[in-house]
Nanobody, 127 residues
Framework: QVQLVESGGGLAQAGDSLRLSCAASGGTISNYPMAWFRQTPGKEREFVAGISWGGATTTYADSVKGRFTISRDNAKNTVHLQMNNLKPEDTAVYYC????????????????????WGQGTQVTVSS
């Protein structure tokens, strides 16, 4: 049973940077695409960024493109989300998730495509 644990969230001011980390245990994530999602109260969880299982390709939501960077270290079983130039609208609980299809090629942004989720880490950005 894979467990994902996010860290690195916290309070930030607009324009600041934060780096989120997701550490996996109990199983590997190295052969699986990974993604970050975020959720605010009363809203659907939304896709933020995804990375291929090998790390060569990434995809981003339009709202974070150019500001956020997803990366992974398969040797350490970790995934990261570097968030620069934060905005108040980035305030949310951020979740990492493992795609359920090993070595999947195409990116998917729907939640049901992911089978393991972390507990989330809160990011709050003030103006």
């Amino acid at each position: 049973q894979v467990q994902l644990v996010e860290s690195g969230g916290g309070l930030a001011q607009a324009g600041d940077s934060l780096r989120l980390s997701c550490a996996a245990s109990g199983g590997t994530i190295s052969n699986y695409p990974m993604a970050w999602f975020r959720q605010t109260p009363g809203k659907e969880r939304e896709f933020v960024a995804g990375i291929s299982w090998g790390g060569a390709t990434t995809t981003y939501a339009d709202s974070v493109k150019g500001r956020f960077t997803i990366s992974r270290d398969n040797a350490k079983n970790t995934v990261h989300l570097q968030m620069n130039n934060l905005k108040p609208e980035d305030t949310a609980v951020y979740y990492c998730a493992r795609r359920h299809t090993e070595r999947a090629v195409r990116f998917r942004t729907a939640q049901y495509e992911y089978d393991y989720w972390g507990q989330g880490t809160q990011v709050t950005v003030s103006s």
